[in-house]
């Protein structure tokens, strides 16, 4: 007997062949089930997506080729897998194949069955044995299991009771990892295949949180029962890990965005934590935001398997999304409010920078209160979010400045290996000896990063004795500093032992590490945040002071003192008022009424169409026939085209880019409309105004516009 089934295979981006090819096999495959099929000249990796009993009409069947093989060995992807992959190539406009290839591990591409036979009995091998950890070898540190605070408990008690999408609003230090712990406990109490998955945004910036997954549940589950996902992995890494999590054999996930599409069999519980962070929107390839994705996957796999899947969002400043959605009570909010240990958030100190000395990268108050913490044996963070000596270098005779030859963007100058460097598309030069225009050999660094800052503190400081004598040391940790494997670890005990005093870097400081002894964190340069023209850069510039001031006073002995110091030049900016009280929900409320005003997301709903072409005409020429090929397109009434525009950094690597805002007031209209326009674009790609034109793409939901 001869069938016919639908296979989804990798085809190009925008090659117009989106959805499943027809396949002919001499057995039946289920749905799901990962096949090796003929396309062209090669043999790819395939998904089989449906099964039909005839061969496509109009077909003749002698055309239709057989497959290569099927996978044998592997259980089929799910029906929720399925789903997931298929409403995300819908709502973020890629092909079908595209999408489900490209959130497969790219090892699993070349395997046939006899390899994946082997890597399987491998995975077996490893097995559930608990963890040893009572031995000589300690590879797993037990550990404590904290009672639940009173907070902790009220909201254990509640997510049970809850269907909805759960938004946990809890401080930074109210202990949202212990909530995550033991709801994690609880789903992998319910029977022996349940399974969790818990997204974080960087997991080489919280290493602490994976240890404590490790610790908590190796020793009762097993060394394979918690597995990590994220990009910093090797192939066959990756692989390893996706295929415990679809064999079951992994219990929990952790995992950054790409983990969203984890094969999990099992799956009852998801966690996103600090879910308002900006890396869950993937920026390349299919532009999906992996918080969203992880609402509709928990939907969607409790319709299937008829048993509650849940989905908690946690963070201490939401984004506005999940905020807006508990306040009209179609996410349940749970609320901390309190820091472990009774301890308070730091006083808000506000420099104004217009009385302070000309030039000054820390004003005096400042210094003097860093001063007086480090000869007390605290710990001061001094966040800055531009990395490298100075962002510009120029010319003091002539109008030279170190413009990137490929880019509208200026080399950063990094002083420590002498070079001009750009952080768009990396050119790299030796910092020149004279003024490449003018030959005048006064060429000075403008404005400062981090590097700078580092430096100018050492000199600060250098007078300054710690209480055991020893003088102050500063360091720096930003991605300069962090790029090789183990170096962020390396600076993190640093930090911990104590053995620096004070620690100067980009926004990576704020994020999740549990520092003991700072007392004191500092925000230079926070106005670009302020008054910057993407919407969300309020925003994020709470959030990222909010997280910032969560670093300070983890003790509660020390916390009455600890300290947040801002220097700004719009001391009577509202966001600073605010912050002052720590007030996310007015702060929130400001911008929600602010956004409703402008009919911006939440309220109204957005998707970019960008262009990149040789030159900048050519990208806005394509973007302007696509409005035009949109004008007879139903529903084209109810959204707004704006014209096209040039995007802030214009040309990046040589290539010119521009975009053009779309704009609708439900993400229905928004996506009927896509879905219609879609195939015009493609076929526009034919015209001749687009010679030149080198891909178009559409962000829907997009972060920044
Ligand atoms: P958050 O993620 O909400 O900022 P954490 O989960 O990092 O907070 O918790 C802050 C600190 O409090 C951590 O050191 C954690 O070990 C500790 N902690 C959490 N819950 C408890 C508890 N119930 N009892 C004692 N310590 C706790
Ligand atoms: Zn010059
Ligand atoms: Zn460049």
Known sequence: MTFWPHIVVATPAHSGLGGPLSYRCEQPLAPGRLVRVPLGSREVLGVVWEQAGQPPAGWDAAQIRPISAALDGLPPLSAGWRQLVSFAARYYRRGLGEMALSVLPPALRDLDSIQLGRRLKRLDKKGNKPADTTGDDPVVQADTRPEPSDEQQAVLDALPTIDKPVLLYGATGSGKTEVYLRATERVLDEGPTTQVLVLVPEINLTPQLEARFRARFEPRYGAAAVVSLHSGMTPAQRLSSWLAAHAGQARI??????????????????????????????????????????????????????????????SATPSLESWHASEQGRYARLEMPGRIGGGSLPRLRVVDMNHQPKGATLSPPLLAAMEERVARGEQCLVLLNRRGYA????????????????????????????????????????????????????????????????????????????????????????????????????????????????????????????????????????????????????????????????????????????????????????????????????????????????????????????????????AQAF???????????????????????????????????????????????????????????????????????????????????
Request: glycine letters at 8%.
């Open 391 to 618: 962002p510009v270098l120029a010319c003091d005779a002539c109008a030279w400045k170190s413009q990137c030859p490929h880019c509208s963007a200026f080399r950063v100058f990094h002083k420590i290996d002498r070079t001009l460097r750009c952080h768009h598309c990396g050119f790299t030069q030796r910092v020149p000896r004279a003024c490449p225009d003018c030959g005048n050999l006064d060429i000075a660094p403008i404005g400062r990063g981090t590097e700078q800052v580092e430096e100018q503190l050492a000199g600060l400081l250098s007078h300054v004795r710690r209480p055991d004598g020893a003088p102050a040391r500063v360091a720096r940790m930003d991605a300069d500093t962090t790029r090789h494997k183990g170096s962020l670890e390396a600076q993190l005990d640093a930090l911990h032992s104590g053995e620096v005093d004070v620690l100067v870097g980009t926004q990576m400081i704020a994020k999740g590490h549990d520092f003991r002894r700072i007392t004191l964190v500092a925000g230079l340069n926070v106005d670009a945040g302020l008054f910057a023209s993407d919407h969300r850069a309020p925003e994020r510039l709470f959030a990222l002071l909010m997280q910032a001031a969560g670093r300070a006073g983890r003790d509660a002995g020390q916390s009455r003192q600890s300290e947040m110091w801002i220097q700004t030049w719009h001391p009577g900016h509202p966001l600073f008022h605010a912050l002052k009280r720590y007030d996310y929900p007015t702060f929130a409320a400001q911008q929600l009424a602010e956004r409703e005003a402008a009919a911006m997301p939440p309220f109204g709903h957005q998707a970019l169409l960008r262009a990149d072409a040789r030159t900048q005409q050519t």
């Open 253 to 314: 996930v952790l995992g950054t965005r790409m983990a969203i599409f984890a094969s999990l069999p099992g799956l009852r519980l998801i966690v996103v934590d600090e879910e308002h962070d900006p890396s869950y929107k993937s920026q390349e390839g299919a532009r999906y935001s992996a918080r969203d994705l992880a609402v509709y996957r928990a939907k969607v796999e409790t319709e299937h398997s008829g048993q509650r899947c849940q989905v908690i969002l946690g």
């Open 623 to 705: 973007l302007q026939m696509a409005a035009d090929l949109a004008e007879d397109l139903p529903g084209r009434a109810e959204v707004t085209l704006y014209p096209p525009v040039p995007l802030t950094i214009q040309r990046v690597a040589n290539v010119e880019r521009a975009q053009m805002l779309v704009e609708a007031a439900s993400r229905g209209v928004l996506q009927r409309f896509l879905g219609a326009w879609q195939p015009r674009l493609l076929d526009g790609r034919q015209h001749p105004a687009s010679r030149g034109l080198i891909r178009f793409l559409v962000d829907v939901d997009p972060l920044s516009v």
